[in-house]
T-cell receptor, first 113, second 110 residues
Framework: DTGVSQDPRHKITKRGQNVTFRCDPI?????LYWYRQTLGQGPEFLTY????????KSRLLSDRFSAERPKGSFSTLEIQRTEQGDSAMYLC???????????FGPGTRLTVL | GESVGLHLPTLSVQEGDNSIINCAYS??????FIWYKQESGKGPQFIID?????DKRQGQRVTVLLNKTVKHLSLQIAATQPGDSAVYFC?????????FGTGTSLTVIP
């Protein structure tokens, strides 16, 4: 257990529905990252926060995706109008500082039917 | 049938043997590298890291070697155990960006 938690661990939804995932980082970490991982691939960067500020977003993050970290602690990732191609593991990680080692949560596995 | 998308390099070793997992990175400006272990259904777990000003770093049963000339990273696991069976990823860090390789699936044969 790295200290990063994610909820839910599994989510099955129908195409077109909205889903929201939550990540609770290690408490003293001010950086929080979201990744997407598909079967047989390494994690792909989506976005990251420094405290409550979202500093960078990948081109993978389409307009249907939005992430927030309102108080600089937990973060949410919302996917609107889900598509089958959104099916993946969504990983959250946190770190103390720029370029520091990232500690990952267990992930949320999303299945879009 | 064959699983589409599963093209992980694989490595099988006998329990007790040493394992070497290799990774080629792309950006010569990357200054920090991490090896992660990922077991099925879990998030990646930190194993060991190395800065670009070093060429070798040792941990408990693991050693990371960095060859900046050919942009190559390796992870050596000594006396491999069944619990080492997992997918291993190298990550190269450039500034604020983490880039993960495809991963290598290690299977330890008892």
């Amino acid at each position: 257990d790295t200290g990063v938690s994610q909820d839910p661990r599994h989510k099955i939804t129908k195409r077109g529905q909205n889903v929201t995932f939550r990540c609770d980082p290690i408490s003293e970490h001010n950086r929080l990252y979201w990744y997407r991982q598909t079967l047989g691939q390494g994690p792909e960067f989506l976005t990251y926060f420094q405290n409550e500020a979202q500093l960078e977003k990948s081109r993978l993050l389409s307009d249907r995706f939005s992430a927030e970290r309102p108080k600089g602690s937990f973060s949410t990732l919302e996917i609107q109008r889900t598509e089958q191609g959104d099916s993946a593991m969504y990983l959250c990680a946190s770190s103390r500082s720029t370029g520091g080692k990232q500690f990952f949560g267990p992930g949320t596995r999303l299945t879009v039917l | 049938g064959e699983s589409v998308g599963l093209h992980l390099p694989t490595l099988s070793v006998q329990e007790g043997d040493n394992s070497i997992i290799n990774c080629a990175y792309s950006n010569s400006a990357s200054d920090y590298f991490i090896w992660y272990k990922q077991e099925s259904g879990k998030g990646p777990q930190f194993i060991i890291d190395i800065r670009s000003n070093m060429d070798k770093r040792q941990g408990q049963r693991v050693t990371v070697l960095l060859n900046k000339t050919v942009k190559h990273l390796s992870l050596q696991i000594a006396a491999t155990q069944p619990g080492d069976s997992a997918v291993y990823f190298c990550a190269e860090i450039t500034g604020n960006q983490f880039y993960f390789g495809t991963g290598t699936s290690l299977t330890v044969i008892p």
